[in-house]
């Protein structure tokens, strides 16, 4: 005579929750490697972002209203944001750029440098000098972690093109729309997030067709 006893729903629910906790050991797995990984091997990498605003509208061109500076006037001024970000996970020390600066080449001419900021403020800004079309950023003091650098510039010439330059060791760099520390911080997260919770529907998919 066989006896067949039926799981009894704690059972059922303890039985889901060690099946949901062994298939989650692999990508935690996965991700504690991952994160041991980066905290030995440096990842170096800048990522930055322009923004440029018309001083004067298309509309505006064609009547006496003009802007000048310095007593000369501009004939298509702009204004432009340059956003450097040190997304990787160490300081960018001063020989990482092989001794050169880094530079933001401008498509017109730039005539002034507005201005120079540090986010967080404890860290020196990199002093930006002006080269005519090309903005040179002094690397000789380092470029902390999640530091980012803001830099204003007015230039003078019609539709503005920026492109970096820069000679980083083992590093590279990326140009995106621009982003705060905290929407960074939170989209490396994202993924870990989205392929945790992936993993645990499947498990409990899984494990629900199973008893039924």
């Given at each position: 005579m066989t006896t067949i006893v039926a799981a009894g729903p704690d059972e059922n629910f303890?039985?889901?929750?060690?099946?949901?906790?062994?298939?989650?050991?692999?990508?935690?797995?996965?991700?504690?490697?991952?994160?041991?990984?980066?905290?030995?091997?440096?990842?170096?990498?800048?990522?930055?972002?322009?923004?440029?605003?018309?001083?004067v509208s298309h509309?505006?061109?064609?009547?006496?209203?003009?802007?000048?500076?310095?007593?000369?006037?501009?004939?298509?001024?702009?204004?432009?944001?340059?956003n450097l970000r040190n997304v990787g996970n160490k300081d960018l020390e001063p020989a990482h750029f092989s001794g050169r600066p880094i530079e933001i080449l401008c498509s017109v001419p730039i005539t002034a440098i507005l201005e120079q900021e540090s986010r967080p403020s404890v860290h020196r800004a990199l002093e930006a000098t002006n080269h005519g079309s090309r903005l040179e950023v002094d690397v000789s003091t380092p470029l902390h972690r999640k530091q980012e650098l803001r830099y204003v510039v007015l230039v003078d010439g019609p539709d503005p093109d920026l492109r970096l330059r820069v000679?980083?060791?083992?590093?590279?760099?990326?140009?995106r729309h621009d982003l705060s520390l905290e929407e960074l911080a939170l989209q490396q997260r994202h993924p870990w997030q989205a392929v945790i919770m992936a993993t645990v529907m499947v498990a409990v998919a899984a494990y629900l067709g199973r008893i039924r």
């Open positions: 303890w039985s889901a929750v060690a099946a949901v906790a062994a298939i989650l050991t692999i990508p935690v797995a996965i991700w504690a490697a991952w994160t041991a990984q980066r905290a030995v091997w440096p990842r170096r990498q800048i990522r930055w972002s322009a923004s440029v605003s018309s001083l509309g505006a061109a064609h009547t006496n209203l003009g802007v000048t500076w310095l007593g000369s006037a501009l004939s298509h001024p702009h204004i432009v944001q340059i000679s980083l060791t083992n590093g590279s760099t990326s140009r």
